[in-house]
């Protein structure tokens, strides 16, 4: 393998139903206040992850939490998971701040997540 590395799951997305009442659960679970809160996304920030809340899973159509690995070249990454067999869900986008997510699934249909911070 001679492509980009990762740095790690930091990033994890939950569908929610109803995203005032999740958020009162992931605050008590996680200790802490929310960090970004919006009608459209909740984010919390603890120990260095990020947990997201999406209701109704958002524009993704997320039917389940989906783990985001960082990596250093998401275009890079993209690349060497589909020549791998991986297959492309959602390319890769800037959703704000410079931030780029993409999404594949894997052989047996479960999404991976990938997230480049610029």
């Known amino acids: 393998m001679t492509g980009?590395?990762?740095?790690?799951?930091?990033?994890?997305l939950h569908p929610v139903s109803d995203l005032a009442?999740?958020?009162a659960v992931y605050a008590a679970l996680l200790g802490v206040p929310p960090q970004t809160d919006e009608s459209?996304?909740?984010?919390?920030?603890?120990?260095?992850?990020?947990i997201g809340l999406v209701p109704?899973?958002?524009?993704?159509?997320?039917?389940?939490?989906?783990?985001?690995?960082?990596?250093?070249d998401i275009e890079a990454k993209l690349a060497e998971v589909t020549a791998a067999g991986a297959t492309m869900k959602e390319p890769a986008h800037d959703v704000g701040g410079g931030r780029l997510v993409a999404t594949v699934t894997d052989l047996d249909g479960n999404v991976l997540g990938l997230l480049q911070d610029q």
């Open 21 to 23: 009442k999740a958020k």
């Open 56 to 72: 109704g899973g958002g524009s993704q159509g997320m039917s389940a939490p989906v783990a985001y690995w960082h990596v250093p």
């Open 4 to 12: 980009s590395s990762t740095q790690g799951i930091k990033t994890v």
């Open 40 to 50: 459209f996304y909740v984010g919390f920030e603890v120990e260095g992850q990020h």
